[in-house]
């Protein structure tokens, strides 16, 4: 083992080395000396080797038993730590529909959309799953990603939260309307819309099954999420449950994932009951905690739950601040969810919510309040790290809380065959910590390495062109 | 019989007589000579006579085969006709909830109640339904005019509909609330809401059911209506079927017709499985039209339909009004529903939604556009008459269009021993008419005479006490 | 003086006693041994006498000089100090102008009125000048009081500020414009307008004086106030000069005092030059302190300086509550002003601007923080003590500042013949305290008596039918 | 003469020909054969001559008494009107200030403003005013259009209209603040505030004084405009008598011409009072016409008045569209004044306060209505031609509107050693016409040929880069 040691000297670089891309792409890789914690639940297996090949894990192994290939460009991860790479179940790449940014960005949301990919990506972030947001520009800058023209988190979207309308609407932010321009209004629904809106509320259930199946042959999506319950309207329920149900068979009849907004104990279960493969803020149930014969049937078809878990740093700030009536209120039984989720065994998610928002919008009448809490749980790039803290706050166990930021996403989003894991075979999607995660989450800020791919990001370029970030951003 | 006929000239009463309340509760009063539409749906009697006994109907046939009894008051209605005591299914006897009606009559709702009651007792309505209000002002009116301290149409209230809050809210009229102050607010709402409002859609089915039991208890009502369905946010569905269902059985458990509030045709659907015995304004379901196999449903379970049936004239109108978005196509979608609903031999209602509207609010903001319609159809003492209208223009048989306003009605309300036919048994609840309703649902208007509890009532003075109408109401 | 003080002993009455006003007027009353601050500036009297017969003071002098009439009602004052009835020259008997006591108080406006008027009288003021309010209610509950038909406060009114419309518009509070209906609010400001609102902005001087005097001779008042700057746009000068000098010299011509609502060095400045009699919130100047050229002015032309002078607590609180733009700011320079305005020897007025609050406004959302200020100056029968209290702190002298409350607002006000100080041939309007308000000005709170036209006050009785004042209201 | 025509023929030009701006600049140009009106009053030149050489007009005469230069281009302007380019005594070259229009092009302002002025010159003004907007962006381009670096008509610029508060203020759409950002909100009204905003009413006047020197010496503009009345608030008076006079002297101190905003007889007259150039829109006096006094005045001080006359289809559409209350009063009352003071002989100026709309604009909540209003006033391009047609049918001489449009401006504003006039030693800006303008004001849109600076434009060339104009603009 020593003379094998000795003989990846000349090849060892240091992490903070010169090797690029594209370099990365013409050779294996080899990661040699690192505790690896696979993502699987197994213990970490300490004096690791993994080794890349092209975009995908060939081999994992301990030193001594697996050497790297002739050739191999080597990195030393001695007292580093190899997990997967992370993911989020819940962002927004273009999240801030502020009324200025909307406007001032008109025509190049993809920049802000690549942006926060890049942002994800630099903080660790190898894949995202984007839940709301304009259909065609997220497509766009997925590819863009996808075929390697950019860097950034790898991107799963849904566009549109099947049901409602625009953000400009009743749905969301309905007093910008007559301030700016109705045509421009119009036109900006529509690219979240996409024909799939409130008015689909209206129709008989097996309608409301044709428009989805139509809308998924004609506008490719990764997965669907639809309203099972109000927006604004958070105590109302969207769509029947029979209308839900159309909507989840046709969206599995597609080969695709289907999950659910829910604020309250019965749109939540109304949504299990359906089918869905996961849902989001699965612990926002507004004045009331989720009953525990619906955790159990959460815990029982094993539908994941993608819980906006918050550090109590925030939630004190929460509690005494009653942003809207029941807000002080609600965090609170979101805390009594989550803690009974984490008992029961639900399989939970990292969420967040998160995007980018203007340097604008931390002055603007509707987020600026928001925006100063502590702890801020929407903001990427920090969201996911609070998360993990968060987690461990409320008692989840270490290596729960790293396969609820890895390989419990890639489940329940049907990505396990590519994602998740530190195993041969799956996209090499990792990360070096200089520090072990099990032991403290805030290790997992302790970023070394991002690899996406196959290859090593150069996160300090990241993002390469800032639109709303500024360098204090994280 | 021409014997017969003479012994009783001297007894005969002019119509417009001196006859008074307390001179008919004293002795048998004979209707005698006029033809007699019963309400059961089989073909009207000539020559009838009804006879009335303190406040129930003893005996109805023909002349020359049932006479009236020895010193009996004896009223000839020879060329007239004589129908059950008309009902709505859906009144509000306190409608008209602006800003300015509220403040200016707090604590004296009761004076616009009673008032309201007796504008529709002038008008042949010997029985209305009131089904959104406030509980303890219509239950005192309710029972003054029950224990005779006060003449109005009979009274049968349900106070809040379960799930909503109250008229200063977001359910109703929210924009009123920076302006009135929060303290009157509160106040106001409670006495709508009565611990029956949004926050039920929080809970879970069960706790559901134990709030209205709970309610019932100790808040009597004489039905339950609920939410299956928003208000301003009527795409969305209220409570969840399980909660539909839980209010349903709770309501029948205590011996009482349960009924919904639906916007949409699946908030309808909803409504029908969970059982519930009459749907208000079944036939408003926004843009889509009824689907054929709801019909069916209705009609296999005799679920009733309390139809928002709308003359042609006012239809016009609002097909080229959009008050709202949606507004004039759905005026568009009720009528199909409506003459789909009559075609399926559905049990429809008379209702009306209607009320007494200040005169200021002809002048309101809120209201002036939609009082400036023709055929108005929620104008307290008129939108009955309008609905007769509008049945005919869509085709429903003249008989089946008296049924509806009647004997359906009782039915539905579970009403039928007491109410809605003329026949022995039943309350002495007749309107007497000049001219064939079954000719021209015109003719409903052309009021002879009205007797409730078996006692004629003096239109003339009616509203007693003039708060809201003017000589000119109707 | 030993011996008389003897005879007199009999007749001593309590000053919680049990003589009734009709007594009180039957009768000369004599006020004996008690300090007597007559409010023409000259030393205290100690020992006075002051003898009352019917509503007038008849004799002023020391014990030993002078003796009660034969018959005469003798009340001990011994200990206590006899001060002229306070004043306050701008107050609104009718302030809450909130919708809700609008509506719901519609057509009972005299009974606020009164009732504002007994909370006055009963803290010691006995002539208010009422600066905006109902023209025709204020003038029938100024004749109740003046015929003696109710108690309360003597009443002097301006009506309408001229040149403003009326409560609900763009001058005062026009967002419930929106919600309370459009006729009332038509009948509502045109009770306060009366003719005379903004569109008189618009006229040519000579027509603006034409209107005046109609205005005078048809709708009397006792004094007029007119905008020279704008209310809510209080950067803006309403009138034109040369229209200011029309009103004025119209008035004046009526014998009336002109007075002007100013908030800007130039609109005060304008309504100087134009001849005004006194100055409202003469010291409201937003961000600009008055130069002193116009104090000089002031000083020079002995117009009157009506200024809102607040305690240091509520100015702390003010600076530090920003309202809304420039408040905080505002209530800085408004200390400055007063404290220049004090140095330069300009004759100041108490004006307090108070009137009586619902309980339900202490939550409205226009008023709630307001009236949560510490020392709040604008509530009725408390605001003049703060005046008080504030005026010492800025180094007025005791004299003066109990002269401002009295004298030089019956000077300002063209009163002097009848009002302001306890000397012969004035109305008999006293304050009798139990400490030395000179030594103190708290000690004006310390009320052991208040006469008013001669008769003794029966405080406790006040107010006689309390509407919007509780029991805790001072 | 017959010989030197034939000489000339071979250099004849189309007027539709290749001449292009440095050919032009390079050698004399010579207009030969047209009818010149020279808008000095006298009568018009028939078979006139023009002669250009650089940039100024060097001689003006008739075929025959004066013949073109050695090398000259002659252009042949017989059956044609030769008339000085006209001018537009108030345009905004950035108007259109929608919230979507300023968040879009926010760091573009200077395109809109450039495509406006090109609108401009392409109809025939070769010289405006603009009154109000981003005093730097509208300094640059008229730099840009100054050096010849772009083509447009010569701007001449006020900056902000000093008093007032920029575009998202309450002296203009205050309801766009609280849905644009703040810090974005501050950042534009800055722009055209420049320092010179509403803070500046409350201040003395020899303090404005000094504000206004202090602005002059570092924010140069070319003329100054400030508030005699409100913007919003039309009926206030915006500055006081001695504020508006330190004004005015500190504006002619610093050699530049001043004029003011009056919307009321009162803040007219105070203009005049304060020695004004001219006033913009003084027939704009809401409800009351302007008193002949006032007029007398006008004309006596020579001071002119920026009249915003209105065609009669116009002042029908205004007088049955009461778009805010007053408005359709007040059209009828801006008739009344114009037809008194052509009447009376003022020296009227065409004005038009118009801008250049988005196409958004067009569908937007604030201006869509006024927008479809038949003979727009205010569109940039059209409406200098509505101004001329309306002038007629007031009964103006055609002589003296082709002033108002030409000599007039140029006087008020300073400029008519260099412009107003077809003479020599002007600037050379021409409008040629193929009709004749005297004779139908419709002819001002027969246009042949526009120069400016000597200089043929190419009009189909322009808006070189159209930003908001559609190819339908005009």
Redesign the interface.
Known sequence: MAMRSLKWVGMLLALTGALTSSEALAKPLALVGGTVIDGTGQAPIPNGVVILDGDRIVAVGRVGELSPPRGATVVDTKGKYIIPGLMDANVHLFLDV???VL??Y?GHYEDLILEAAQVALKNGLTTVFDTWGPRQELTAVKRRIAEGRDQGSRIFLAGNIVGFDGPIS?DFFV??A???????TDRLNAMWVQGTG??L?????ETVGERIAKYLRESPVDFVKYASS?HV?E?????????QKAIVDTTHAASLTAQAHTT????L??AIDAGVDLVQHCDS????PI?ASTIAMMVDRKVACAAMIQTQDHLGWAKTHNRRPGFSEAAGITDVNDRNLIRAGATLLLTTDSGVF????Y???ILAEMLSAPDLPTRMGDAHFLWLKAASELGMSPMDALQAATSNIAKAYGKSADLGTVQPGKLADLVVLNADPLANPANYRAIAMVIENGAIVDRDKLPVRPVLTTPAHP
Chains 1, 2, 3, 4 share one sequence.
């Open positions: 502020e009324s200025e406007i001032r008109d009743e007093a910008a007559p301030v700016i321009g109705q045509a421009y409130r008015d509320l209206y129709l008989a259930p109000g309207n105590a109302f329920i969207a769509f029947s449950p029979a209308s309250s104990i019965e749109s279960r109304l149930t507004g004045p009331v009953p203007a340097p604008s919008s002055a603007s009448p």
